[in-house]
């Protein structure tokens, strides 16, 4: 089974359905032992990191996340819940006055999301991208896949970047790091390169 974490932000029916499609049993939860016992658990998202945050720390979810990370089962985020899983973000520091730069994340990759530079294209991002310079094991060099955000990954360890594309600048699309696996990219949505992509994750978990 499969832990979908609601913490009332994201795309939790379209990863349910894409997941449901493959064949794969899932839940959408936020309790936390629900989120313990199951064999993966997967963390989208999509909004603010900020308010993000607040909602996996009012709904007590944090040290299950933090736990599934460290106990090696596969843990994937998914856009926001990609740069959710890094140290923190550029976004929302105004709005919150944080003095350090960022709004603190979960802490388990190294690294902090930053905004797209100011380079003539429209922010956000939205439409299909290839992957390039792939190592990831869930990945395969050249997959189509559909992008939304303003804010990109930028890692502490380049060794975690898993797969690259360019809009404007090179940047890290995934992320793996052992059992744990981020997509700035939209799986679901991916059309057949997606579901090819979940059904490795998949496997992950039954490995």
């Known amino acids: ?19 449901r499609h493959i064949g794969s ?51 994937l985020g998914i856009c926001l819940g990609m740069q959710l899983l890094l140290e923190g973000s550029e976004e929302n520091v105004i709005d919150r006055r944080e003095t350090k730069g960022v709004v603190s994340g979960l802490g388990i990759i ?13 922010v956000p991002q939205m439409g299909w991208n290839n992957l390039t310079d ?23 360890d380049t060794r975690d970047c898993a797969a690259k594309t360019e809009y404007g600048i090179s940047y890290c699309a995934s992320f793996e790091h052992e059992n ?12 057949e390169a997606g579901l090819r992509i979940l059904k490795k994750f998949i496997a992950e978990t039954e490995a």
């Open 1 to 19: 089974m499969i832990a979908i974490v609601d913490y009332g932000m994201g795309n939790l029916g379209s990863v349910e359905k894409a997941l």
């Open 25 to 75: 049993d899932s839940i959408i939860t936020s309790d936390p032992d629900v989120i313990a016992d199951a064999s993966g658990v997967i963390l989208p998202g999509v909004g603010s990191f900020g308010p993000a945050m607040d909602e996996l720390t009012n709904r007590d979810l944090i040290p299950p996340l933090i736990d599934c990370a460290y106990s090696g089962k596969p843990l």
């Open 110 to 122: 190294s690294g902090f999301a930053r905004r797209f530079p100011d380079n003539g294209l429209k």
């Open 134 to 156: 792939v190592t990831g094991r869930l990945l395969t060099q050249g997959d189509y896949v559909y992008f939304v955000h303003s804010y990109f990954c930028q890692l502490g």
């Open 180 to 191: 744990i696996f981020g997509m700035q990219f939209h799986p679901e949505k991916s059309g």
